[in-house]
Structure formats: C-alpha cells, structure tokens
C-alpha cells in the first residue's frame, strides 16, 4: 500500500484546503489495552471535492469522518475547517458549528416514522430559531431539491428506502451547511434507490458546490465520486492494500 503525504493528495489544488488535517491521532482504550485508530494522519479537502473513503471495516474511516464532523475529537492533532480550529473549540460552541456547518447522512436514515417528510426535514431549522412558515418553506425547497415535493405530507414510515434516504438528504443540506458528510448512504438500498441517491450526490457537488466525503464499502458508489482514498489500519493511501 502506497502511504501518502497531504501535498500529493491535492496535487491539482492550489487554494487553501477547506477541510485540513494535520498529524491527526485518536486512541481508544479498551480495558488496559490503548487502541490508536488514527495514526499521525494527514489530509487536505478542497472546497467543491467530492471524496469517497473506502477500507475494512475497523479501518478508521467513521472515526475519521465524525473528527471532520466535529461529533468527535482528535487525541492529537489539528483539525481546520474554512480557516476554524475546531479542535480547539469548547462543547457548546462545536455543538453551535457542527449545527451550523455539516450536514449528516446516514445508512439507516434515522427518521421520526410518526413525522411527514417536511417536518422531518424541518428539524434542523428548530434549532435556528426560525418561525414555523419559514421553516416549513426551507423546508419545502429541500424537499423539491430531491425530488420529493410531492411527497412532503407523506409520513416517513410510509415512504420506500429510497425516499427516506432522500429525505434524510433534504434534512442534511436544509440548514446550507458548508460540508455533507456521508455514511454509508446507499448501504440499505437496492441498485436502482442506490443509483438514485449517488447522481443526487453527484448532483448537489457539481451544481450546487457541496463539498462531500462519503464513506463507502461499495466500489460502484466510490466511482461515483471525483476521487477515492482508502484507510487501512488507521492510515490513508491512494490505493488499496493488496
């Protein structure tokens, strides 16, 4: 496996990365045993890139992307996003960027059943302290973004996988965040809802600018990115280890 260095990464990228790494580790303990899933990791992300993470389970790639998200922290390192050292960040104020910044999805969706799809994609927005008309009108343009304007009082438990993905795509961009950090977004659906999600995918960075890493088992949803890396006992490499 060829290791890599953060200046081969972007080899075509010569702004300032939005997403920047730098010699970035995370331990765990289990017991009296110390596991280090992150090792010494360092990686840049262009704004606009639309990158797939790839790897054996227990590689580190959800550690990696919850770092990026801000739902976790480096033990060492530094983490910088659009120019915010958001390692350095209390609890309250990273909880106020993360709701700010990064929209999630994620493989099982994690819908209120109960909701209508407006509604669940309305929830972010409560947080902006956004009156109820606004809310269900940002609401709405999400939902017509993805192609589910016509399903917008339809409850969640009564959409297919494909629309609940979807819908829970609208629920991550309805607040316009900078970055879409997503998890296995195709792991629960067949071929074709599958297919459906990735062009959206591709759709809102190539149109819109959305910058996205994907972490991703599937090959076929990989190729649907502009670029892959793979992670590998806690370290980054432009290929697969054979």
Request: net charge positive.
């Amino acid at each position: 496996m060829q290791m890599i260095s953060p200046v081969t990464l972007l080899d075509s990228a010569r702004a300032a990365p939005l997403l920047r790494l730098r010699r970035v580790t995370k331990l765990y303990k289990r017991g009296h045993e110390v596991v280090e899933v992150l090792k010494d990791l360092s990686l840049d992300i262009p704004r606009g890139d639309f990158l797939a993470l790839m790897g054996p389970s227990g590689s580190g790639k959800t550690t990696l992307m919850n770092i990026l998200g801000g739902l976790d922290r480096p033990s060492s390192g530094e983490v910088t996003v659009d120019g915010q050292r958001i390692h350095q960040l209390a609890d309250g104020a990273l909880s106020d960027w993360r709701a700010r910044h990064v929209g999630f999805v994620f493989q099982l969706y994690h819908l209120l059943p109960a909701l209508s799809a407006e509604q669940n994609v309305a929830l972010p927005l409560i947080l902006k302290h956004l009156d109820g008309k606004l809310r269900r009108q940002r609401a709405r343009a999400a939902l017509t973004l993805v192609g589910l304007e016509a399903h917008a009082r339809y409850k969640a438990a009564e959409l297919s996988g494909g629309q609940q993905q979807r819908v829970g795509i609208a629920r991550a961009i309805v607040t316009d965040p900078t970055i879409l950090l997503c998890d296995e977004p195709t792991g629960d659906l067949d071929r074709k809802s599958g297919d459906e999600v990735l062009g959206l995918l591709q759709l809102l960075n190539s149109e819109h600018g959305k910058t996205i890493v994907m972490v991703t088992h599937d090959p076929h949803a990989a190729s649907r990115a502009r670029r892959t890396l793979f992670m590998n006992k806690g370290v980054l490499a432009q290929e697969p280890e054979t």
